[in-house]
């Protein structure tokens, strides 16, 4: 099951009005692609989209009226989308890295990219929280562009499910934060995204583990950057898609 980055309007998302990198590039070599997602839904599925703009409309008034604030975002559905797949492995050396920083004295050889949740760094943030990375590191999965609003909340999807949720502004000063802390000059970040993943050749070796997992972690790093610096220009939210 793959991972993918979504930034777009809402309605065009639940009405299935939009493909993934994969579905992209399959379709850009004429090779039929199906995407399955976790709740099994495919674009014959999604319903009617009148309905669904008015339930989202309806959704953005509530979560504006509790979160007490004025305004939401144009979520109009036939505003333009942006995705990518920062791979799994992204995504856990991502959040493995961001653990680190904020608890450098919880770094282990062993830490893998693959298995992010065994990370001792990464479980004291779960246990703890995170000062420096709430939204990455507390489990964020929607990111929404709430003006002035940097936090993080739980809130209710559009299926009833709750939803770690938090703000584009939040995660732009996160990126930001990781990106200073780590090093790793924008040169290094538009290079990650030219070239991509670093492969996965099977599990690396020991001595292969600290630059395996710094590679994999620039390149979240570099893709979670580039959607967030579009979703902050499009104000359209940023969501992960499994």
Same mark, same amino acid.
């Given at each position: 099951?793959?991972? +993918?980055?979504?930034?777009?309007?809402?309605?065009?998302? #639940?009405?299935? +009005?939009?493909?993934?990198?994969?579905? =992209?590039a399959?379709?850009?070599?004429?090779?039929?692609?199906?995407?399955?997602r976790? %709740? %099994?839904?495919?674009?014959?599925?999604?319903?009617?989209?009148?309905?669904?703009?008015? &339930?989202?409309?309806?959704?953005?008034?509530?979560?504006?009226?509790?979160?007490?604030?004025?305004?939401?975002? +144009? %979520?109009?559905?036939?505003?333009?989308?942006?995705?990518?797949?920062?791979?799994?492995?992204?995504?856990?050396?991502?959040?493995?890295?961001?653990?680190?920083?904020?608890?450098? =004295?919880?770094?282990?050889?062993?830490?893998?990219?693959a298995?992010?949740?065994?990370?001792?760094?990464?479980q004291?943030? =779960?246990?703890?929280?995170?000062? &420096?990375?709430?939204?990455?590191?507390?489990?964020?999965?929607?990111?929404?562009p709430l003006?002035?609003?940097?936090?993080?909340?739980?809130?209710?999807?559009?299926?009833?499910? &709750?939803?770690?949720?938090?703000?584009?502004? #939040?995660?732009?000063?996160?990126?930001?934060?990781?990106?200073?802390?780590?090093?790793?000059?924008?040169?290094?970040?538009?290079?990650?995204?030219?070239?991509?993943?670093?492969?996965?050749?099977?599990?690396?070796?020991?001595?292969?583990?600290?630059?395996y997992?710094?590679?994999?972690?620039?390149?979240?790093?570099?893709?979670?950057?580039e #959607?967030?610096?579009?979703?902050?220009?499009?104000?359209?939210? #940023?969501?992960?898609?499994?």
């Amino acid at each position: 099951m793959g991972l +993918d980055i979504y930034v777009g309007p809402f309605t065009r998302y #639940l009405t299935g +009005d939009w493909k993934t990198v994969m579905a =992209q590039a399959a379709e850009a070599e004429g090779i039929e692609f199906t995407t399955i997602r976790l %709740d %099994d839904t495919t674009p014959e599925d999604a319903p009617d989209t009148d309905e669904v703009v008015e &339930m989202v409309h309806s959704w953005q008034s509530a979560m504006t009226e509790a979160l007490g604030v004025e305004k939401a975002w +144009d %979520d109009n559905p036939d505003a333009p989308y942006a995705t990518d797949q920062p791979h799994w492995l992204g995504y856990g050396a991502l959040l493995i890295l961001a653990a680190r920083l904020e608890r450098p =004295q919880l770094a282990s050889a062993t830490d893998d990219p693959a298995d992010f949740q065994a990370s001792a760094a990464f479980q004291a943030s =779960q246990q703890d929280g995170s000062a &420096m990375f709430p939204s990455l590191l507390g489990g964020a999965q929607w990111w929404l562009p709430l003006a002035g609003l940097s936090a993080t909340f739980t809130g209710s999807g559009f299926q009833g499910e &709750m939803v770690p949720m938090s703000t584009l502004d #939040l995660l732009e000063n996160e990126l930001d934060t990781l990106s200073k802390g780590l090093g790793v000059p924008g040169s290094a970040l538009a290079e990650a995204l030219l070239l991509g993943g670093p492969g996965v050749d099977g599990p690396p070796t020991p001595e292969q583990a600290p630059e395996y997992l710094t590679a994999w972690g620039v390149f979240g790093l570099a893709v979670f950057r580039e #959607l967030t610096h579009q979703a902050q220009r499009m104000q359209l939210p #940023l969501l992960l898609d499994a």
